[in-house]
Nanobody
Framework: QVQLVESGGGLVQAGDSLRLSCAAS????????MGWFRQAPGKEREFVAG????????FYGDTIRGRFTISRDNTKNTMYLQMSGLKPEDTAVYYC????????????????????WGQGTQVTVSS
């Protein structure tokens, strides 16, 4: 099994920055794709960003492109999401996800493609 633990969420003001972390532990894979999703109250889970094992490939959702940056450090089994220019509409629970044994440059963008999920961290942006 894989355990994913998100951290770094909190209450910020519009325009502020925040960095989320996702630490993976447990079962290891030769490669993994990871991603961030978010879900606001009353809305469906939304893709935020995905990154390949090699970290050379990434893809972003339309609503956050240009404001958020995804990265990972495989030596620390940790993925990050640097968020800047936060808006009230970014308020949501942010989840990290992982799928093991993927192609090195593969980026996954839909929730059904991932096998493991964290419990989520709340991000609240006040206006």
């Amino acid at each position: 099994q894989v355990q994913l633990v998100e951290s770094g969420g909190g209450l910020v003001q519009a325009g502020d920055s925040l960095r989320l972390s996702c630490a993976a532990s447990g079962r290891t894979f030769s490669s993994s794709a990871m991603g961030w999703f978010r879900q606001a109250p009353g809305k469906e889970r939304e893709f935020v960003a995905g990154i390949s094992w090699s970290a050379g490939q990434s893809f972003y959702g339309d609503t956050i492109r240009g404001r958020f940056t995804i990265s990972r450090d495989n030596t620390k089994n940790t993925m990050y999401l640097q968020m800047s220019g936060l808006k009230p509409e970014d308020t949501a629970v942010y989840y990290c996800a992982l799928k093991g044994n993927v192609r090195l440059k593969e980026v996954l963008t839909t929730s059904r493609e991932y096998d493991y999920w964290g419990q989520g961290t709340q991000v609240t942006v006040s206006s």
